[in-house]
């Protein structure tokens, strides 16, 4: 059975489904944006709670007894931590799943530490695992592991590379991925420097000149949200230039020094500072602040998440534009597709959820959301 939902997009009023899908970049007016966001917002509410009732209803009605393993790669991730709560909550309240038997684990950063929790999992006759990786690339190995268990695994935020999904696909394993695609999340701080009075071009040299702070560049989000931020430029016919390249690893410390060292070396060259993630943004905004420079005004700032101290920056005019990186339709999403397979049921082996790009015309609307 397919399940559709309609996800949170508080802007963009995008349709989200259970299905595979690639990310749109379309755009409206600000007005049109509220009032369909207004409607997707509740048509999202409803859309879930109407999946989890089905799936549970498919089940006999009584998901209680069924057990999750779930390991986070580590649980001080920002993101994560409000994706993680956002998953708990959904399958505790709106599943119908025993508090006990949603089981949680840090994967503390360490790919063996986080197999030794697999393999327990395996071990303790879990029913389904949903699992942010550490190492994406350790997917092929966790995944022969739990196949031969028999028990299914959901892959959430960190994406196998696309051969393994595909072999999921060709061998009938049940796996799946569920995420967003990184590429769009790149366009859109892409659009979000082309939107600004302009450009990205502050000193009118006639091109943009920036830093790009990188989250882990062995990760497919990384390389991608990379690649096409600037690629959104370069396709407006803007010519860029990049100062600086250097791996932040999604922390905020790391993003604050790049960002120093970066505006100690180049100056006033820099206009644009790329983060690939929010927790690199507020530290480099703590450079920026610290080196006299002001967002909007000399220097564009922007990351990936819409984490609430971000979208709170964006309003207060030290942040450019962020993404919302959507945790609530992803997580609801991630639990549906265990359900299914915990139903018998057939699962895509990619299931994605729009991005949503955050500027100042709609953040109050994202803040909001991330309140409820």
Sequence with gaps: MKKRILAAAMAAAMVMGLTACGGSTASTTAAAETEAATTAAAAA???ATEAASAAAEAAGGDLSDKKVGISIYKFDDNFMTLYRTELQRYLVEECGFKAENVVIQDGKGDQAEQTNQINNFITQGFDVLILNLVQASSAPQITDLCSAAGIPVVYINREPDAAEEQRWADEGINATYVGCDARQSGTYQGEEILETANKGDINGDGKVSYVMIQGDPENVDAQYRTEFSVKALTDAGMEVEELLMMRGDW????????????????????EVIFCNNDAMALGAYQAIAAAGRTVNEDIYLVGVDALTEAVQNVLADKQTGTVFNDHFSQAKMAADCAINYLNGEAVEAVNMVDYVKVTKDNAQDILDKLAQ
């Design 45 to 47: 509410e409803d859309g």
């Design 251 to 270: 922390d905020q410390a790391k993003g604050q020094q790049i960002a120093q060292d970066a505006l100690t070396q180049f100056g006033d060259q820099v």
